[in-house]
């Protein structure tokens, strides 16, 4: 653990999860963003069920298979930050920063030096274990997608948090939808062919170890739980990442299938 009140060197606050749900860590992860005057390295390691998670402006109809949705009963949470559309499971490890605008010495509050940031940590992480790049705002090893990144800038804080695929269930994979935008090194790859497997690097305890020791680089680390989090929260806050409902599903769905008709008749004509 770091040296806590190390001179020059700025307090953060680590919390380590293990299965907890993805809604509940970002409720908690909306909520110190928004309230709190603390910087917070939060590792959850893995979720508690497959989920799937969409950006702040994401459309259901446009992301999700939602039949196939519908029909796997899987939830679907839109959360507070930007970035896409991800599947997430008990494979999944989830790393989240949430500093204050001037915690990182040299990184203006914008999202292309927080990336360029957070992209210089994880290369300590991988250093000598694959082919890693920061691509287009992904991580990669090769030409080969295995972390997604989201972030949210407030005034005088951000956040940044990726969503890594330690492992996947192949079946999950086609509850989505090839997005619209996507990164030029995707080159029209599907979901299989564009995603791998960091179990086939490293062991995923040794890839937590590591991102807490090149955090350890940057912050001073302090080591707190979700109970004592919990305890001392006495702000009031809603959340705006939800659940989706059952209906908005439906009526998704409905649009889809619309779609689909509209679409057929046109090139039919």
Excluded at 161 to 176: C, G, I, K, P, Q
Aim: net charge positive; glycine share 8%; proline share 5%.
């Amino acid at each position: 653990m770091g040296i806590p009140g190390k001179i020059g060197v700025p307090m953060m606050n680590l919390v380590r999860l293990k299965g907890v749900p993805i809604l509940q860590q970002l409720h908690l992860e909306e909520r110190l963003l928004r309230t709190s005057s603390h910087n917070w390295c939060i590792i959850n390691d893995g979720t508690n069920q497959p989920t799937i998670v969409m950006g702040v402006s994401g459309k259901p109809a446009e992301l999700l298979e939602i039949e196939s949705v519908l029909c796997d009963q899987i939830p679907v949470v839109r959360r507070f930050t930007g970035g896409g559309t991800v599947l997430v499971d008990p494979g999944t490890i989830f790393v989240t920063f949430i500093c204050n605008k001037d915690a990182v010495a040299g990184v203006q509050p914008y999202p292309q030096p927080i990336m360029s940031w957070s992209g210089a940590l994880y290369n300590k992480v991988f250093q000598g274990i694959g082919d890693f790049h920061l691509r287009e705002n992904d991580y990669v090893f090769g030409d080969r997608k295995f972390g997604g990144n989201a972030q949210s800038i407030t005034k005088n804080r951000w956040i940044h948090h990726t969503s890594f695929l330690w492992d996947y269930e192949v079946r999950n994979m086609a509850n989505l939808k090839l997005p619209a935008r996507v990164p030029e090194y995707r080159l029209a790859r599907g979901h299989l062919e564009f995603i791998c497997r960091m179990k086939d690097y490293l062991p995923r305890s040794v890839f937590i170890d590591r991102t807490i020791e090149a955090t350890k680089t940057h912050f001073s680390l302090r080591s707190t739980d979700l109970e004592a989090i919990e305890t001392s929260a006495n702000t009031k806050f809603c959340p705006s990442t939800r659940l989706l409902t059952m209906q908005e599903l439906e009526t998704a769905a409905k649009f889809a299938s619309q779609s689909k008709v509209s679409l057929s008749q046109s090139f039919s004509l």
